[in-house]
T-cell receptor, first 114, second 111 residues
């Protein structure tokens, strides 16, 4: 199936641990994003990469480090997890230069930090 | 910063029409999107407006007035499956500009 996929879907971990979330898209898009959706359902942009280059870097703690090995993948590594990091993390992708540049979202990774 | 306001919740009956308003204050406006998000699922794209006017797509229509910083999403012939959160999002900047989302409007469709 053509889609944006994320692993894992659920992640439960202790405070202080380091964890990674992976995202892959097979839509042939050149731009990928990470969003965080908190308990109040606010969806906020964290990072964006275009052709493996970082183009959007919002005010995010430097414990969060995105990595894009190629334009189909964008991973998110989080160091020293804190309680406030508990949220749903969505990956998205789009194709630049199409006019709409509609962003398509992955299924989300539900992170719970205990 | 960007301010995007939409009502928190709306309730309507199956078969009825509901209009979800969204107002925004932004600089560098480059399009407005509506997404639907069912509980526990990913947001899915519904509509896009960049010019003033109405865009119709089946039971869903979206309107934009850039001078007023205003958009609405119109849902017609409501079905139970339309119960979801509807997110208004404004794109700022260039073609890969970030989307700024509103908090979402929870629509509850009752029999």
């Amino acid at each position: 199936d053509t889609a944006v996929s994320q692993t894992p879907k659920y992640l439960v971990t202790q405070m202080g641990n380091d964890k990674s979330i992976k995202c892959e898209q097979n839509l042939g898009h050149d731009t990928m994003y990470w969003y965080k959706q908190d308990s109040k359902k606010f969806l906020k942009i964290m990072f964006s990469y275009n052709n493996k280059e970082l183009i959007i870097n919002e005010t995010v703690p430097n414990r969060f480090s995105p990595k894009s090995p190629d334009k189909a993948h964008l991973n998110l590594h989080i160091n020293s997890l804190e309680l406030g990091d508990s949220a749903v993390y969505f990956c998205a992708s789009s194709q630049a230069g199409t006019g709409k540049e509609t962003q398509y979202f992955g299924p989300g990774t539900r992170l719970l930090v205990l | 910063g960007q301010n995007i306001d939409q009502p928190t919740e709306m309730t309507a009956t199956e078969g009825a029409i509901v209009q979800i308003n969204c107002t925004y204050q932004t600089s560098g406006f480059n399009g407005l999107f509506w997404y639907q998000q069912h509980a526990g699922e990913a947001p899915t794209f519904l509509s896009y407006n960049v010019l003033d006017g109405l865009e119709e797509k089946g039971r869903f229509s979206s309107f934009l007035s850039r001078s007023k910083g205003y958009s609405y999403l119109l849902l017609k012939e409501l079905q139970m499956k339309d119960s979801a959160s509807y997110l208004c999002a404004v794109r700022v900047g260039d073609s890969w500009g970030k989307l700024q989302f509103g908090a979402g409007t929870q629509v509850v469709v009752t029999p």
